[in-house]
């Protein structure tokens, strides 16, 4: 039997449009992006993944619960672990993006933070899938690819358009939890500011979860100014996520 035919409105088009840059999203944030109630929002999702243009699958990665059984999506039997995800087929992927991504799957360790990222784009750009406001990770990694299948160099979770200034483009970095290792963080600190000056950028804003992942990064901004020779660096920009996100009523 053939797919249903579903013939998108355009503001469904922006909507598969923004998540294919954006990789997935969980159905939570869907409904906050679309601004209806739950049952609209799984009833979208219910009509791409009938119509065969996206997937819904469930990611546990230690979320708390508890999970009801979906009856859209969860076997009969099935005892749901995790919420449940919403990600496009290669096909629709590569048509909104236009390049092949290959074939991808969300994963339970890059779960978090691909939501709060994604929260973060919908709090500052909403839906604008103008990539000169707001390049996601998924774009900047072919955009910086120099080698078949390699990277360039450190890939920034986006780049973002000065709203003060519009010729100045920021790089973004969310960050959720502190980085274990003797100097891991400081590292990650450095190549995001240097990927940032070898692209020319104003520097980079770091989203970070928690007072003390703000204050790790507080002091290592301070050292990296001292190693540079500068009282502060002005290229860097230290922001609280959680409260960025509640201002612009996200969260």
């Known amino acids: ?47 791409l993944k009938d119509a065969g243009r996206a997937h819904v699958v469930r990611i546990d990665y230690g979320s708390p619960g508890p999970w009801r059984r979906s009856t859209n999506f969860d076997e009969t039997d099935a005892m749901p672990h995790g919420p449940l ?6 096909e629709i992927n590569w048509g909104y993006l236009e390049f092949d991504p290959g074939e991808w799957h969300p994963k339970a360790s890059t779960a978090a933070h691909l939501t709060a990222v994604s929260e973060l784009r919908l709090a500052l750009t909403g839906l604008n899938t103008d990539p000169e406001v707001w390049r996601s990770e998924r774009l900047l990694r072919r955009l910086t690819k120099t080698e078949p299948g390699q990277p360039g160099s450190h890939i920034h979770d986006a780049w973002f358009q000065d709203f ?20 891991r963080l400081m590292r990650s600190v450095a190549a995001a500011l240097d990927a940032a000056d070898h692209h020319g950028l104003a520097g980079v804003l770091y989203f970070a979860r928690g007072e003390s992942l703000r204050r790790a990064l507080d002091g290592i901004a301070t050292r990296l100014a001292h190693q540079r020779g500068v009282d502060r660096l002005l290229n860097l920009e230290i922001h609280d996520l959680d409260a960025t996100l509640a201002r612009k009523g996200v969260r």
């Open 1 to 47: 039997m053939s797919a249903p035919e579903f013939r998108l409105q355009p503001w469904q088009t922006l909507l598969e449009e923004w998540i294919a840059q954006q990789y997935a999203v969980p159905l939570s944030l869907l409904m906050t992006a679309m601004n209806r109630r739950q049952r609209a929002a799984y009833g979208f999702a219910k009509k």
């Open 85 to 90: 995800w919403l990600y496009l087929t290669r």
């Open 164 to 183: 003060t200034d519009p010729d100045k483009v920021w790089a973004i970095e969310v960050e959720l939890s502190r980085k274990r290792g003797e100097g």
